[in-house]
Nanobody, 123 residues
């Protein structure tokens, strides 16, 4: 059973930056695609970014493209989300998850969700 633990969320002013981390407790982490999703109050969980097992390919939601960067360090069993030029609409709980199959932009393609980390962006 894999566990994912996110960290790095906090309150920040608009235009600021944050780096989220997600540590996985599984030996096969380096074989898994990973993704970040977010959920704002009263809204459905939405796709943010995904990365292949070796970091060779990434994909982003249009709303975060060119502001956010997903990366991974397989030696540390960790996936990151660097968030720059943050906007109030980025306020949400951010979750990481392991891709088990299917469309990497769809939440049903993922399993082993973390507990989430809160990001709050004030104007």
């Amino acid at each position: 059973q894999m566990q994912l633990v996110e960290s790095g969320g906090r309150s920040v002013q608009a235009g600021g930056s944050l780096r989220l981390s997600c540590v996985a407790s599984i030996r096969t982490f380096s074989r898994l695609g990973m993704g970040w999703f977010r959920q704002a109050p009263g809204k459905e969980r939405e796709f943010v970014a995904t990365i292949t097992w070796n970091g060779g390919s990434t994909d982003y939601a249009d709303s975060v493209k060119e502001r956010f960067t997903i990366s991974r360090d397989n030696a540390k069993n960790t996936v990151y989300l660097q968030m720059n030029s943050l906007k109030p609409e980025d306020t949400a709980v951010y979750y990481c998850a392991a891709l088990v199959g299917g469309n990497p932009r769809a939440s049903f393609a993922y399993d082993y969700w973390g507990q989430g980390t809160q990001v709050t962006v004030s104007s």
